[in-house]
């Protein structure tokens, strides 16, 4: 009876190395992130655990919110280099200029800014302007010739 059926060690190489940084970077871009949109805020949750504070990018442009994470990694194999970006326009309620971020101990990255007070319609009161009343005391007379 074989063994060598059910067993089969893996080898180690540089592809499965490489494959192992693609399959992190794959749980990175599946369920990694979070949005929340309520009435009163906007808020993103990414986890980045796997990119140093400093290789990590936060820009707001009008709405435009982009998040960067860039990363080079070197090991006795190799080099390899591990990048994500978001792109997010906010919603129109959003207070852009009250957006802030905070990173976590364990690489929870969560960027929120609180919605914009929305002004309430009312109803406006029509006034009517009364018209003044005035003779006029000139005249105008019109003559033909033929």
């Known amino acids: 009876m074989s063994l060598y059926h059910y067993y089969r060690p893996t080898q180690h190489s540089l592809f499965n190395e490489l494959m192992r940084d693609f399959t992190g970077i794959d749980r990175l871009n599946k ?4 949005i929340t949109n309520t009435d009163e805020k906007f808020a ?12 990590l990018k936060i820009n707001l442009e009008g709405r435009t919110l982009t998040i960067q994470g860039d990363e080079e990694v070197k090991n006795e194999h190799g080099y390899s280099k591990k990048s994500f970006s978001r792109v997010i326009l ?3 309620d959003v207070d852009v200029s009250a957006v802030a971020s905070n990173l976590s101990e364990d690489g929870k990255l969560a ?17 009517r302007k009364e018209a003044e009343r005035g003779e006029s005391n ?4 019109f003559s033909f010739t033929l």
């Open 138 to 141: 000139s005249v105008s007379i």
């Open 44 to 55: 993103i949750n990414l986890n980045v655990s796997q990119f140093k504070p400093e290789n």
């Open 90 to 92: 906010l919603p129109e």
């Open 111 to 127: 960027i929120e800014a609180p919605k914009k007070e929305v002004v309430q319609g009312r109803s406006i009161e029509i006034q």
């Open 31 to 34: 369920s990694s992130s979070e």
